[in-house]
């Protein structure tokens, strides 16, 4: 057997090897990637039912009713009974002549008080940030009932393939916090670059018929929620809270592979 034989044995022994060793590499990563992903996918399932904002409590917020505009029932006056006008006694006419006429005297009517009607605007149809090119259709959510270890509580819902506007939160004009919240990483993504927006950039609200609002970001900040304690946790969620004066507050989670964090984004009316 000649040397060049017995070194192309060896050289398609060792590429055989090489080509074993490769496949076992490559199965090793596949099955390691699998498993990642079954983890991710358990994550995903177990989040996906509550949602991207913090345990709120909506039965304690008022809702977004308006105050009813009341017009107050016209006000009855009722007229003074007709007097007549006393005549002293030194210029009474004798009792044969015509007694003076009696004057009656015009009524005074209190007039009806006009009732100023609080500005309620439409619901919210729409999203747009132009900085990290978000524009969404928006709609309202509200919230399920978990069951967590035995003790009930509430958590918001979250919109898929859109923003959700918390119900209980008010709209545009009304005054307080508006608060949208979107997925980040499933059902559309609507809210995955949220985490990009910087100080000074806009949002615009559109409401149903058009009119729309321009809020500025004055604030952003992502906080710990899984693993947090019950003292971060009611931190966190006082960024949800009503407001006395209106803002946008904007919620979403954190960071794209995973839901360990929150991103909120706080932003001001643009006055016109």
């Known amino acids: ?15 055989t090897i090489l080509g074993i060793l490769l496949l076992l590499l490559a199965a090793f990563l ?4 699998q498993i990642a992903f079954q983890r991710m996918r358990a994550e995903l399932r177990r989040l996906d039912a509550t949602t991207t904002a ?12 308006p ?10 006056a009722t007229p003074a009974p007709p007097t007549e006008t006393p005549v002293p006694s030194a210029t009474r006419p004798p009792d044969t002549a015509t007694p003076p006429p009696t004057i009656t005297p015009t009524p005074s009517i209190t007039p009806t008080p ?35 270890q035995g003790e ?15 119900l209980t939160s008010p709209r545009p004009m009304q005054g307080g ?13 609507v809210f995955r670059y949220v985490v990009d927006l910087k100080e000074g950039d806009d949002i615009i609200l559109t409401i149903e018929g058009g009119r729309t609002f321009t809020y500025r970001v004055t604030e952003k900040l992502t906080v710990q929620e899984t693993g947090a304690s019950d003292a971060q946790r009611q931190a966190n969620a ?6 006395p004066a209106e803002r946008l507050t904007l919620v979403t989670c954190w960071p794209y592979w995973t839901n360990t964090h929150r991103v909120i984004v706080v932003a001001k009316p643009v006055k016109p």
């Open 114 to 148: 006009t009732v100023t009607p609080t500005p309620v605007s439409a619901p919210i149809v729409r999203i747009v940030a132009p900085a990290i090119k978000l524009d969404a259709p928006v709609v309202e959510v509200g919230w399920i009932v978990v069951n967590d």
């Open 67 to 76: 105050p009813a505009s009341a017009t107050p029932a016209p006000a009855t």
């Open 54 to 65: 913090f345990a709120a409590q909506p039965t304690t917020t008022a809702t977004l009713a």
């Open 177 to 189: 916090n508006i608060v949208i919240s979107g997925h980040h990483n499933v059902a559309g993504e």
């Open 152 to 166: 009930k509580r509430s958590e918001w819902t979250t919109a898929d393939y859109a923003a959700g506007h918390l």
């Open 1 to 15: 057997m000649s040397s060049s034989s017995t070194g192309r044995r060896r050289l398609g022994a060792l590429i």
């Open 30 to 33: 596949l099955i390691r990637q």
């Open 238 to 243: 006082r960024y949800i809270a009503e407001t």
